[in-house]
């Protein structure tokens, strides 16, 4: 069914992600409408049914296990309705925002035995899946059966929007065969993040600090984070600079050997949690810190990279995966990955003054939504990953 229907986007369907207190899932859906409101695109917000109203992650890490599919699946009914109903056509375009969409087999089985000029256009957004060996599937071990599943997806999309030029080639070589286009990005909203906080914040008036703001998963990879803080006080033992971890919810883990390190850590004097934060909190946190440190094994982008450059924080990440990309390549503002040594030393220089680079990541990244429209839209051919020499695009700094 893929590639053989109309280009034009006649009415949008947007397929949201369920609003979580402890995730960016909370602004996720104003963050795109926003967008859409602007460019007079004709669009319905597809509604699904919660569980409850708590906005909390009660079973799984990434998103509540219950609460993902029983919104997903509700937003496949409500879907499914009108189409039934004759309200969408074959320039119509439905956009899921995660390529996990409890329910989403019904597709196809209707798709395939409807009249051609009722099928709308399928885009899903890939936000990790099976094809990253560090994604919390493998944790849990689904990984077989969500290999499945992706091949199924992939059989009857018209595009898997995919969030860097690393994340299309473990798409490639997973033999996907849908068309794949990089967005090069998360979607962001950086005025509405700028907006939770008052001011932002002069960087010589802010706290001595240093956030971790990534979940407390091996995925992340804590240890190194917690290394590095060893590290550096070996090299400052006199030293007054905060370190921190700011967690959605209650700071938990899916090893207890970190939580057992960070108790130890916490009763040392090394390290501050703060938990059960409110986005409005922890923006708070950031705006009053001088940089936000990442080391993830697992991160396609972040959203915390994004967040932080807008409220006018430092950022030091791996040169690892996709961050090359993101950071358009900013040697100063990444460290050889697995190097503490490297990434002591630029720490200690982003702790002392902005990088002239700041507000360029998340300005990058505020465009993501218009690169997902444009292609959508028929617009975006140049993010088309569909050819043989796609890794030409790998090392070209985007911005």
């Not at 018209?158 to 794949?180: F, Q």
């Not at 907006?195 to 990534?214: E, G, L, M, Q, W």
């Not at 358009?328 to 490297?342: G, K, Q, T």
């Not at 200690?348 to 002239?356: F, M, Q, S, T």
Request: charged share 25%; with cysteine; proline share 4%.
């Amino acid at each position: 069914m893929a590639g053989k229907r109309s280009s034009i986007m006649r009415k949008l369907y947007y397929m949201c992600l369920e609003p979580y207190r402890a995730r960016y899932t909370l602004q996720l859906q104003d963050w795109n409408t926003s967008v859409f409101d602007r460019r007079g695109i004709n669009y319905v917000v597809v509604p699904g049914e919660t569980l409850g109203n708590d906005q909390a992650i009660v079973t799984g890490q990434v998103l509540d296990a219950h609460g993902r599919t029983y919104f997903g699946m509700s937003q496949l009914m409500n879907l499914i309705r009108m189409m039934k109903a004759g309200e969408l056509n074959n320039e119509d375009v439905v956009y899921f925002e995660d390529m996990f969409q409890p329910g989403i087999e019904s597709l196809p089985y209707i798709l395939q035995q409807i009249d051609p000029t009722l099928r709308p256009r399928i885009y899903v957004r890939c936000l990790a899946q099976s094809i990253d060996p560090d994604d919390f599937v493998h944790v849990w071990g689904m990984s077989k059966w969500m290999g499945h599943y992706e091949k199924m997806l992939d059989s009857f999309v018209d595009g898997i929007l995919a969030t860097n030029e690393e994340m299309v080639m473990h798409m490639k070589i997973a033999g996907w065969t849908s068309p794949i286009y990089n967005i090069s990005g998360l979607a962001f909203g950086k005025a509405e993040v700028q907006s939770r906080v008052t001011h932002i914040k002069p960087f010589n008036d802010r706290k001595y600090r240093v956030v971790f703001s990534a979940r407390w998963d091996r995925e992340k990879n804590p240890d190194f984070y917690m290394d590095l803080i060893e590290a550096y006080f070996v090299r400052h033992p006199e030293s007054i600079l905060e370190f921190c971890v700011c967690s959605g919810g209650w700071l938990k883990s899916n090893s207890e050997s970190y939580m057992q390190r960070t108790r130890e850590m916490v009763a040392a004097g090394k390290l501050k949690i703060y938990e059960n934060l409110e986005k409005n909190t922890y923006y708070n946190v950031v705006n009053d810190s001088r940089v936000v440190f990442n080391c993830a094994l697992q991160d396609w982008v972040s959203n915390t990279v994004s967040e932080a450059d807008a409220l006018g924080c430092n950022v030091l990440y791996p040169a690892y995966r996709s961050f090359p990309e993101t950071f358009a390549n900013d040697h100063e503002r990444m460290y050889v990955p697995w190097s503490l040594e490297d990434a002591l030393d630029k720490l200690e220089k982003l702790l002392k003054k902005p990088h002239y680079n700041m507000g360029k990541i998340s300005d990058w990244n505020n465009g993501t939504i218009n690169r997902i429209c444009d292609i959508m839209e028929g617009n975006g051919e140049q993010w088309n990953r569909s050819m043989n020499d796609y890794r030409k695009f790998t090392t070209l700094a985007k911005y």
